[in-house]
């Protein structure tokens, strides 16, 4: 596109093609004429592509199965030219009577057949609308199925295209394993989760695993501690089908496919958009504080993967970096994946721009760690209307003697001295291209604020607010706990490293990278001038590049050929980095499919999310002291119960926990999700919870 490489297509496979075309169109804004010329076929065979792959997705795409025509009865033409004239689309006319799409045009362009079929349709209007009376009842019988654990009828109405998801039905069951997960259910019913799902995704077009419940899927493995998709394989499908109100679940091949479809639709941004506002609605940002962090999400596959530091590991891995945004207490917002492993003062402005679309009554802070401390990056911070507090990152020595002695509070924790504050002048610094700083002459004013730590060292506030008493910048930074702990929770308890699938993406050609063959000159060069201070006793810093030949000359014997060697070599390397540029494109790199990943870490931050408004009804029962509710959470999802469908009621009966205490929370937590009255997602049940044998 323009001379950029996109995208590499087989061009034998048709349904990828199609699929290429539909995805200029929808992501590149490539007018519809010029796709058609450069496919060679109509610009009405292009505009349903488009449609195709917006109702269906991939799917829709894949050749029509080839065969014996199929004979059209009378019933089923005058059927056609009904929901025609009712101006249904040829997509869903076809679906519904069974018939290809190229049967309906050619029932629908058929004039003399039009000219017999119509007058009938005219005469016998009472009997149309008799017909369809008996095709919404027998719809009705198959979404209201006589046994709620045979769902074969509504398997067979979705694939004749007559249904779009399997309604949520539920038989009586006892000793149904993980019915605690209800609780995360009835929490979830009070968010705009599935109502975001719906908005953002549609359907899957005629299935019986809609997007609902592959959603519902994806939440349920996430609560219940499966941590993986591939891990449904050795949990019993027919006992997470009864929470989820089907025969059984989704096979990890039928998961798989599904959010293969999901993914292609790329709407995975727009979701955690429409999940960031729903979390802030009522709440709202007391002062716009907003944390920033990064976290690596590790590759373990063939594919030429970018390698980045994992602060998780400790070491180098392959893998793609993915910027956090998160509230003060936690609460995760927004997700903005890197297709390089950007740092992340080239990130931030792009996490601004998104943060004020959520905020945007108020003046966004973000506040990170040394990763984007820089200069030009509080620069563009500033000009882009956002405030910033971070560490100092190469900050100058104080006096001690400029703090006063007065003891100061700060997050609960006790100082010997007050802080101690300063304006500062940054120098904002560029890049010559050649690995070299130059200054700019322009600087970021900013305020330094000084804490004196127990221990006698100084930890180095910068910012550029000066509204705020010292006491609060030094409290909102040390609050980044909070976003550490979300990670380390995500972690442990999601499996948050593990990603939903190894398939990679070619890397966008207008990213660059440190070139290696660089990198390894100046490491190489490195040694050799380490050497030769080592020979000549004296220091690195100490011994300038134009008196190494100088040097050398004084020197004979085994000590002047060994530096005489390492003088030529270094004048080769010098010379080789000269020719070689610092960086190079990343083209030939793969990337992790940033869709599918976002997906993930969509569900797996409404799961964190959700489990915390139970931790909130467990706090105001539980009389503990060591912060543990989301540990009582994690046990009550696990917990056993009996399930009892009766008359819109949908009553979960949960067994007692393993102490009167716990049982206790337990009835509470119980009774406030009674009392809210929340429906099971899809269906028009409400959910109902109680403790067995609890007086």
Same mark, same amino acid.
């Given at each position: 596109?323009d001379?950029?490489?996109?995208?590499?297509?087989d061009?034998d496979d048709?349904?990828?093609?199609r699929?290429l075309?539909?995805?200029?169109?929808?992501?590149?804004?490539?007018?519809?004429p010029?796709? =058609?010329?450069?496919?060679?076929?109509s610009r009405?065979v292009v505009n349903?592509w488009?449609?195709?792959?917006?109702e269906?997705g991939l799917n829709?795409?894949?050749?029509?199965?080839q065969?014996?025509p199929?004979?059209?009865d009378?019933?089923?033409?005058r059927?056609?030219?009904?929901?025609?004239?009712n101006g249904?689309?040829?997509?869903d006319?076809?679906?519904q009577t069974?018939?290809?799409?190229r049967?309906v045009?050619?029932i629908?362009?058929a004039?003399d057949e039009?000219?017999?079929?119509?007058?009938?349709l005219?005469?016998?209007?009472?009997h149309t609308?008799?017909?369809e009376?008996d095709? *919404?009842e027998?719809?009705?019988e198959?979404?209201?199925?006589?046994?709620?654990?045979d769902r074969?009828?509504?398997?067979a109405?979705?694939?004749?295209?007559l249904i /779009?998801?399997?309604?949520p039905?539920f038989?009586?069951?006892?000793?149904?394993?993980?019915?605690g997960?209800?609780l995360?259910?009835a929490?979830l019913?009070?968010s705009?989760f599935?109502q975001?799902?719906?908005?953002?995704?549609?359907s899957?077009?005629?299935?019986?695993?809609g997007?609902?419940?592959?959603?519902?899927?994806?939440f349920?493995?996430?609560?219940?501690?499966?941590?993986?998709p591939?891990r449904m394989?050795?949990h019993?499908s027919?006992k997470?089908?009864r #929470?989820?109100g089907?025969d059984?679940?989704?096979?990890?091949?039928t998961?798989?496919s599904?959010m293969?479809?999901?993914?292609?639709r790329r709407? =995975?941004?727009?979701l955690?958009?429409?999940?960031?506002?729903?979390r802030?609605?009522g709440?709202g940002?007391?002062?716009?504080?907003?944390f920033?962090?990064?976290?690596v /999400?590790?590759y373990?596959?063939?594919?030429?993967?970018g390698q980045?530091?994992?602060?998780?590991k400790s070491?180098?891995?392959?893998g793609?970096?993915?910027y956090?945004?998160n509230r003060g207490?936690?609460?995760?917002?927004?997700?903005?994946?890197?297709?390089?492993?950007?740092?992340m003062?080239?990130?931030l402005?792009?996490?601004?721009?998104?943060?004020?679309?959520?905020?945007p009554?108020?003046r966004?802070?973000l506040?990170f760690?040394r990763?984007? =401390?820089?200069?030009? *990056?509080?620069?563009r911070l500033?000009?882009?209307?956002?405030?910033?507090?971070?560490?100092?990152?190469?900050?100058?020595?104080?006096d001690p003697?400029?703090?006063?002695?007065?003891?100061?509070v700060?997050?609960n924790? /006790?100082?010997?001295?007050a802080?101690?504050?300063?304006d500062i002048?940054?120098?904002?610094y560029?890049?010559?291209g050649?690995?070299?700083r130059r200054k700019?002459?322009?600087?970021?004013?900013a305020?330094e604020?000084?804490?004196?730590r127990?221990?006698?060292?100084?930890t180095?506030?910068i910012?550029?607010r000066?509204?705020l008493p010292?006491t609060? #910048?030094?409290s +909102?930074l040390?609050s980044?706990?909070?976003?550490?702990?979300?990670f380390?929770?995500?972690?442990?308890?999601y499996?948050f490293d593990?990603?939903?699938t190894y398939r990679t993406?070619n890397v966008?050609p207008d990213?660059?990278h440190?070139n290696p063959e660089?990198?390894?000159?100046e490491?190489?060069?490195?040694r050799?001038?380490?050497?030769?201070?080592?020979?000549?006793g004296?220091?690195?810093?100490?011994?300038?590049?134009?008196?190494?030949?100088?040097?050398?000359d004084?020197?004979s014997g085994?000590?002047?050929?060994e530096?005489k060697?390492?003088?030529?070599?270094?004048k080769?390397?010098?010379?080789?980095?000269k020719?070689?540029?610092?960086?190079?494109?990343?083209?030939h790199y793969?990337m992790l499919?940033?869709?599918?990943?976002?997906?993930?870490?969509?569900?797996?931050?409404t =799961?964190w999310?959700?489990?915390?408004?139970?931790?909130?009804l467990?706090?105001?029962?539980?009389?503990?002291?060591?912060?543990?509710?989301?540990? +009582?959470v994690?046990?009550?999802?696990?917990t056993t119960?009996?399930?009892?469908?009766e008359?819109g009621?949908?009553?979960?009966?949960l067994? /007692?926990?393993?102490t009167?205490?716990?049982?206790?929370v337990?009835?509470?937590?119980?009774?406030?999700?009674?009392v809210m009255a929340?429906?099971?997602?899809?269906?028009?049940?409400?959910?109902?919870?109680?403790?067995a044998?609890y007086?």
């Amino acid at each position: 596109l323009d001379g950029t490489l996109l995208y590499n297509i087989d061009l034998d496979d048709n349904t990828y093609c199609r699929w290429l075309a539909a995805q200029l169109y929808v992501s590149h804004h490539v007018p519809q004429p010029e796709i =058609a010329s450069a496919w060679g076929v109509s610009r009405r065979v292009v505009n349903m592509w488009i449609a195709r792959f917006r109702e269906h997705g991939l799917n829709g795409l894949e050749d029509e199965k080839q065969g014996r025509p199929v004979k059209v009865d009378q019933q089923r033409r005058r059927r056609v030219f009904q929901m025609r004239a009712n101006g249904e689309k040829v997509n869903d006319i076809s679906r519904q009577t069974r018939l290809s799409n190229r049967s309906v045009w050619r029932i629908l362009s058929a004039n003399d057949e039009v000219q017999e079929v119509l007058p009938g349709l005219e005469e016998s209007s009472q009997h149309t609308e008799q017909q369809e009376e008996d095709l *919404s009842e027998e719809f009705s019988e198959r979404s209201q199925p006589a046994d709620p654990l045979d769902r074969s009828e509504d398997r067979a109405a979705a694939a004749a295209g007559l249904i /779009q998801e399997a309604e949520p039905v539920f038989a009586e069951s006892e000793h149904v394993e993980g019915a605690g997960a209800f609780l995360a259910i009835a929490a979830l019913g009070r968010s705009g989760f599935f109502q975001a799902v719906q908005r953002v995704y549609g359907s899957f077009g005629a299935a019986f695993y809609g997007v609902r419940s592959i959603f519902m899927t994806l939440f349920l493995i996430t609560v219940l501690r499966i941590k993986n998709p591939e891990r449904m394989n050795t949990h019993p499908s027919l006992k997470l089908g009864r #929470i989820l109100g089907l025969d059984r679940a989704p096979a990890v091949k039928t998961l798989r496919s599904k959010m293969k479809v999901l993914a292609a639709r790329r709407q =995975a941004a727009n979701l955690m958009n429409l999940l960031a506002k729903d979390r802030l609605q009522g709440k709202g940002v007391p002062d716009g504080v907003l944390f920033v962090d990064g976290h690596v /999400q590790c590759y373990y596959g063939r594919s030429k993967v970018g390698q980045v530091y994992s602060a998780t590991k400790s070491k180098v891995v392959k893998g793609n970096t993915d910027y956090w945004v998160n509230r003060g207490d936690g609460t995760p917002l927004l997700c903005i994946p890197t297709p390089f492993n950007d740092r992340m003062s080239k990130v931030l402005p792009a996490i601004v721009r998104k943060a004020q679309k959520l905020c945007p009554d108020r003046r966004i802070t973000l506040v990170f760690d040394r990763g984007g =401390a820089d200069a030009a *990056s509080y620069e563009r911070l500033l000009h882009l209307g956002c405030d910033f507090i971070a560490y100092h990152k190469n900050p100058q020595a104080v006096d001690p003697s400029v703090f006063t002695e007065e003891p100061t509070v700060i997050n609960n924790r /006790q100082y010997d001295y007050a802080p101690y504050e300063r304006d500062i002048e940054l120098p904002v610094y560029t890049g010559n291209g050649k690995g070299r700083r130059r200054k700019t002459g322009r600087t970021v004013p900013a305020r330094e604020i000084v804490v004196r730590r127990t221990d006698g060292g100084n930890t180095h506030i910068i910012t550029s607010r000066r509204d705020l008493p010292a006491t609060k #910048i030094c409290s +909102i930074l040390f609050s980044r706990w909070t976003q550490e702990n979300f990670f380390k929770y995500m972690i442990g308890t999601y499996d948050f490293d593990h990603i939903y699938t190894y398939r990679t993406e070619n890397v966008p050609p207008d990213i660059d990278h440190p070139n290696p063959e660089y990198t390894q000159l100046e490491k190489q060069q490195k040694r050799i001038r380490q050497r030769i201070a080592a020979i000549l006793g004296k220091k690195l810093d100490s011994i300038a590049d134009n008196d190494i030949d100088e040097l050398t000359d004084l020197h004979s014997g085994k000590k002047g050929k060994e530096l005489k060697s390492l003088s030529e070599t270094l004048k080769a390397v010098r010379k080789a980095l000269k020719k070689t540029p610092k960086r190079e494109t990343a083209a030939h790199y793969r990337m992790l499919e940033p869709e599918t990943r976002m997906i993930g870490n969509a569900v797996k931050s409404t =799961a964190w999310h959700t489990e915390g408004l139970l931790a909130e009804l467990v706090r105001h029962a539980w009389n503990g002291v060591n912060g543990n509710e989301r540990g +009582i959470v994690e046990g009550f999802l696990k917990t056993t119960g009996s399930i009892k469908p009766e008359n819109g009621l949908l009553r979960i009966t949960l067994q /007692q926990q393993a102490t009167p205490q716990q049982t206790r929370v337990l009835k509470h937590v119980c009774d406030e999700l009674t009392v809210m009255a929340v429906k099971y997602p899809g269906s028009d049940k409400r959910m109902v919870f109680e403790v067995a044998d609890y007086e």
